[in-house]
């Protein structure tokens, strides 16, 4: 099947969907996940505290706006009632009645029953069902007893017959029986109410005076009226479905308002004046349609027990809901009222709301959204054109689709239409079929605003602010980029706002205004000093508007030059706002705000109260704080911030802890963390649109860290102390071995410095020894050069010898010549020993090592190797050694063998070496 043709059917069948759908007060469900208690709660008050106590099954539960606290009877029984007498909460179970009392943050309970005997019969229903007070006593009531309580004792009476429960009206106990009618408790006895026998048979859920008139609530047969002796049906439209719906609970609101709550079908509050009713259930708003107890609380708004969970309705609240639980509406982005009702355009069509009936017009399904109402006609901007609506039919009038602001010209008598191909121009609001495109701009157009003829501002769906100025034929003559000419790059989502006749413009954060002069943005400073870091602006009228900011809602007006903030709480919107198209109506005094699945209505002039009776709780690991309570250091504080109203009149609070700045409190409930030790100051404010009125203190201290502990402090002392004991001992023994090591230094250095001395005595010494040796050594060196002398002579004479022996043949002449000869070069043989001697003593050393090293040598091959470190040649060495020089070339030979050297290596240099 196509889509279009399937929506359409799904359309045909919407008005038997959302039978019933209709705008309510705002009703705020607790579901036993929330509370961590049981499903069913007999019954409900409110206590001078301001809290509200709940009979829940096997538990008894305390809700004062921010926490929710459960306890149960010492024997777990099922309590069935509370009932509110000064700082005493009574409560009534099965075979138990007493009171709770709050200590030291904690509900307490005394039991007034106990070691009594007062249940001695069989019967199972013996249960406390109601609770109430009369001349001053404590009444508990079950179904076949009525227990007194004068404050030190307990009286019980039987009733005549089993009854349902008692209704104290003007000072009067009437008891309403199973079968046999009303009763009077008169002192100890029961008289029959004659004149009501039709509630004979009639199990009484509710008995309540108002207008002189007493109403009587029966379980299957609806309401009645008594006056005086005679008893009437109530005759309201309400009553016959009441009769089948189950009455269980009533309550008078005011003297014109009446609340009945139903086993089948929620609640109904009747207006007693006019016969409207409105009927909450589970379809669209309660979580369970069971409704088993009623109270009021002291903003006159209701709770209810249900068999499965609390409901809190703000039926004083300026504040009404309209949503389809059904999904069929979708998201509705515009809305205006009709005669009968209201129009609405969404995700999904148009759809018309009369007579609590909820219609889709057929054929409109598709994105539609905005609606302009022009007399008693409806244009209205549709994905697939622009089409009128008249109240009774839908009709397609031209092919512009997307339009999403229709906008009337002061100025230039025609109207303008912002759409996704940009700006179509009706001179004639009677005849749409006639338009005309601003040429020029081809873009998505999301919003307009003209404050002068001739030209119009334009944002672009995701960026760029455009100026267009155009002739009186509505020809462009020029389209100005205004945010790229000056320069703003980041111009996404430009919101246009037409304040007092001058046009502002939020561009990035930033608020700026048009200088026709410069033809320059130039900044607004009242808006950006209010209204920078908002999401959304919505206007209400020239001295009125609502802004968004951090997802809240705040309605804006100016008073004395100053913007006066008034918040419309988070709770009735929360995740529900559509974003970029939030748009207001108005409804006489009223504000109709669109949401996802609805709209809200608020009369924006309901001024909240202005006194406020703070509470401040503080909570440490589950244990409230006292005088007495030692918070450690670094631990988790809860604080519990109290208002004592639960509706409308709920105060939007802002704390400050320790002069820091203003953060709000979200819920009631704070946890403050990393707190630093010392005495912390808790001050909560609330806002009264200017400025932060100081309303509550609270004070509380931290304990130090335990490094800053008294026992850790005086652990800091000792351990100070003996550091610096320690430090003086070891400065001391320091001292000390200081003074030591420099008597030992002094000690050391004498002996250095004596040690030093003996050194250079020693090397004076060595030197002066050294210089007598050299000087020994140049003797006897002297003395070997003389003998060396002697030797040459010797060889000289020889020489001599052997030339007279060559040249002379005369022999006594040769003989003569050699004698004189042999007589002058004589040497005395005690010189060469003494040469010998000096030349072995001149290389002691060497001839020990060379004797040491080569222990086979001879004297004469020691004398040979003196005469080669000396680096004689062997024609030097052979007079010395008296042999010839080939006898030296030998002993040379010989001696490198004893050395074992190769002929290749120098005897001088390996002489040298030893």
Not at 74 to 103: A, L, M, Q
Not at 582 to 604: I, V, Y
Not at 805 to 818: C, F, P, Q, Y
Request: aromatic letters at 14%; hydrophobic letters at 35%; one cysteine or more.
């Amino acid at each position: 099947m196509p889509l279009r043709r399937f929506v359409f059917h799904i359309f045909l069948f919407i008005p038997f969907f959302l039978q019933g759908q209709e705008l309510l007060p705002f009703v705020e469900n607790f579901t036993k996940s929330e509370y961590f208690g049981d499903n069913q709660v007999w019954n409900v008050v409110q206590g001078t505290d301001n809290a509200m106590y709940f009979a829940n099954n096997h538990f008894f539960l305390r809700y004062n706006g921010v926490k929710w606290e459960k306890y149960s009877l010492p024997n777990k029984t099922i309590i069935r009632s509370v009932f509110v007498d000064g700082d005493r909460i009574y409560c009534g179970s099965y075979k138990e009645f007493g009171y709770w009392h709050r200590k030291r943050g904690k509900m307490e309970y005394v039991s007034l029953s106990k070691n009594k005997n007062l249940f001695l019969g069989n019967a199972d229903n013996e249960e406390i069902w109601k609770v109430f007070k009369h001349n001053g006593n404590i009444y508990f009531q079950s179904f076949n007893e009525i227990y007194i309580h004068n404050g030190n004792s307990v009286e019980k009476i039987k009733f005549p017959s089993q009854i349902s429960y008692c209704y104290l009206i003007d000072n009067t106990i009437y008891v309403a029986s199973v079968r046999n009618g009303i009763y009077i408790l008169d002192g100890k006895t029961f008289r029959s109410v004659k004149g009501w026998p039709e509630l004979k048979e009639n199990i009484i859920h509710g008995m309540e005076k108002n207008r002189g008139d007493i109403y009587i609530f029966s379980k299957n047969n609806g309401v009645y009226i008594a006056n005086g002796n005679k008893l009437i049906p109530w005759k309201s439209a309400v009553n016959d479905l009441l009769k089948s719906d189950v009455i269980l609970a009533a309550r008078f609101i005011d003297e014109n308002t009446l609340a009945i709550g139903t086993g089948l079908q929620g609640l109904y509050i009747i207006n007693l004046n006019t016969g409207e009713y409105r009927n909450i259930n589970r379809r669209n708003a309660l979580k369970n349609n069971a409704v088993l107890s009623i109270t009021l609380d002291r903003e006159k708004d209701i709770w209810l027990g249900l068999d499965n969970g609390i409901s809190h309705i703000e039926v004083n609240s300026p504040v009404s809901i309209f949503s389809d639980s059904s999904g069929i509406l979708g998201s509705v982005y515009s809305l205006s009222t009709t005669d009968n009702g209201y129009l609405f355009v969404t995700n999904h069509g148009i759809f018309t709301y009369n007579n609590k009936n909820l219609a889709a017009i057929p054929n409109s399904q598709g994105q539609v959204w905005d609606i302009y109402k022009n007399g008693n006609e409806f244009i209205i901007g549709h994905n697939d054109g622009t089409f009128i609506y008249n109240g009774s039919a839908l009709k397609w009038v031209n092919p512009v689709n997307g339009g999403w602001k229709f906008l009337k010209s002061s100025y230039d008598n025609a109207y303008f239409q912002a759409n996704y191909s940009g700006i179509a121009v009706y001179k004639d609001i009677n005849d749409l079929a006639k338009w005309k495109v601003l040429d020029s701009i081809t873009k998505p157009i999301r919003n307009i605003a003209q404050n002068k003829p001739g030209e119009l501002w334009a944002a672009d769906n995701y960026r760029s602010l455009y100026r267009i100025t155009y002739d009186p034929s509505f020809n462009v003559k020029r389209v100005e980029n205004v945010s790229a000419k000056n320069n703003i790059n980041s111009d996404y989502g430009v919101k246009i706002f037409n304040f007092r006749n001058e046009i502002l413009f939020l561009i990035n954060n930033t608020w700026y205004a048009y200088n026709s002069i410069s033809a320059r943005l130039e900044k607004n400073i009242p808006f950006n000093d209010s209204f920078r870091n908002i999401s959304d602006i919505i206007p209400i009228d020239d001295d009125n508007f609502m802004v968004i900011k951090d997802g809240r809602l705040y309605t804006i007006s100016q008073s004395g030059g100053e913007f006066v903030w008034k918040l419309l709480p988070e709770k009735y919107y929360q995740g529900r706002l559509i974003m970029e198209n939030t748009q207001l109506s108005k409804d006489g005094n009223r504000l109709l705000l669109n949401l996802d699945d609805g709209f809200l209505a608020f009369e924006p002039e309901s001024d909240k109260l202005k006194e406020h009776k703070i509470t401040i709780e503080g909570f440490y690991q589950g244990w409230p704080i006292d005088e007495d309570t030692d918070i450690k250091y670094n631990q988790p504080v809860q604080v519990n911030i109290i208002s004592g109203y639960f509706g409308y009149n709920r105060p939007d609070l802002f704390y400050r802890l320790n002069e820091e700045g203003y953060v709000p409190v979200d819920n009631g409930s704070l946890t403050l963390n990393n707190l630093t030790s010392g005495k912390q100051e808790l001050v909560v404010y609330y806002n009264d649109g200017v400025k932060y009125v100081r309303v509550a203190t609270y004070n509380f201290s931290v304990g130090r860290p335990w490094y800053f502990s008294f026992l850790m402090v005086i652990v800091y002392v000792f351990v100070i102390s003996g550091i610096f004991f320690l430090y003086y001992r070891w400065n001391k023994v320091r001292y000390n071995q200081k003074i030591r090591l420099n008597e030992e230094e002094l000690k050391h250095r004498t002996q250095i410095l004596e040690l030093e001395m003996d050194a250079e005595n020693k090397l004076r010494q060595q030197e002066y020894e050294k210089h007598m040796l050299e000087m020994e050594v140049q003797t006897k060196a002297s003395e070997v050069a003389g003998k060396s002398l002697s030797i040459a002579k010797h060889s000289e004479m020889i020489e001599s010898i052997q030339e007279v022996l060559e040249s002379e043949s005369d022999g006594n002449h040769v003989k003569s010549r050699i004698r004189k000869i042999l007589k002058t070069n004589t040497i005395n043989k005690n010189e060469w020993l003494n040469f010998e001697k000096n030349l072995i003593k001149s290389h002691e050393e060497f001839v020990e090592k060379l004797s040491k090293k080569y222990p086979t040598l001879t004297a004469k091959d020691i004398k040979l190797s003196i005469y080669l470190k000396m680096n004689l040649s062997s024609k030097e060495i052979a007079p010395l050694m008296n042999i010839s020089f080939r006898g030296v070339e030998l002993h040379r030979y010989r001696l490198r063998k004893k050395l074992d050297i190769g002929t290749e290596e120098s005897l001088y240099k390996f002489m040298i070496s030893i």
